[in-house]
T-cell receptor
Framework: DGGITQSPKYLFRKEGQNVTLSCEQN?????MYWYRQDPGQGLRLIYY???????QKGDIAEGYSVSREKKESFPLTVTSAQKNPTAFYLC???????????????FGPGTRLTVL | AQTVTQSQPEMSVQEAETVTLSCTYD???????LFWYKQPPSRQMILVIR??????QNATENRFSVNFQKAAKSFSLKISDSQLGDTAMYFC?????????????FGKGTRLSVIA
């Protein structure tokens, strides 16, 4: 069953704690992305990675960190430096080939993070 | 930087009727893609339709079609024969083309309610 999985579905964090959100894909996609969704804000880019062992900051990277040690995995850590982490977090992946000319992002089901 | 504007925060339509959602964008890029994503109450992001900027022909997918006006930087979504299952948030998104696998820039969304 191919797709993108995110875990956990719901996550609660106490202030001052770091938490890690998991994102795994078995679609053999090269690129992976993390977006944050707040009410009335749409989705905003946190980090993205086009290849293993490389990633770039997005518009709202402060207080977050990522790693890309494997093609299938792109975990996001929300650190205590993130001042307002309560939000819905979406992971996506994509693949582009010259032959297909497709460049569509597919999304996981999301993780709802709440800071207590 | 690219921006995407969805000027209608909320819309409603009667079942079986047609509705058009508006989207405008600002960019200096010449090669790019445009997308409409749907987010139902489950919060899963689902691709509705995509348009390559170099194509003059408007994309269609069953009951969904777009009106792409490149000079006006406008990309509206028309939903024909609206169904109750179309009730969702709809996001317009922009992707510049840089050889593939580049992040999306989203609008803030339009909440569509289909009324029986």
């Amino acid at each position: 069953d191919g797709g993108i999985t995110q875990s956990p579905k719901y996550l609660f964090r106490k202030e001052g704690q770091n938490v890690t959100l998991s994102c795994e894909q078995n679609l053999n996609h090269d690129a992976m992305y993390w977006y944050r969704q707040d009410p009335g804000q749409g989705l905003r880019l946190i980090y993205y990675s086009q290849i293993v062992n490389d990633f770039q900051k997005g518009d709202i990277a402060e207080g977050y960190s990522v790693s890309r040690e494997k093609k299938e995995s792109f975990p996001l850590t929300v650190t205590s430096a993130q001042k307002n982490p309560t939000a819905f977090y979406l992971c996506a992946s994509s693949i582009w080939t010259e032959l297909s000319s497709t460049d569509t992002q597919y999304f996981g089901p999301g993780t709802r993070l709440t800071v207590l | 930087a690219q921006t995407v504007t969805q000027s209608q925060p909320e819309m409603s339509v009667q079942e079986a009727e047609t509705v058009t959602l508006s989207c405008t964008y600002d960019t200096s890029e010449n090669n790019y893609y445009l997308f409409w994503y749907k987010q139902p109450p489950s919060r899963q992001m689902i691709l509705v339709i995509r348009q390559e900027a170099y194509k003059q022909q408007n994309a269609t997918e069953n009951r969904f079609s777009v009106n792409f006006q490149k000079a006006a930087k406008s990309f509206s979504l028309k939903i024909s024969d609206s169904q109750l299952g179309d009730t969702a948030m709809y996001f317009c998104a922009f992707m510049k083309f840089r050889g593939g696998n580049t992040p999306l820039v989203f609008g803030k969304g339009t909440r569509l309610s289909v009324i029986a």
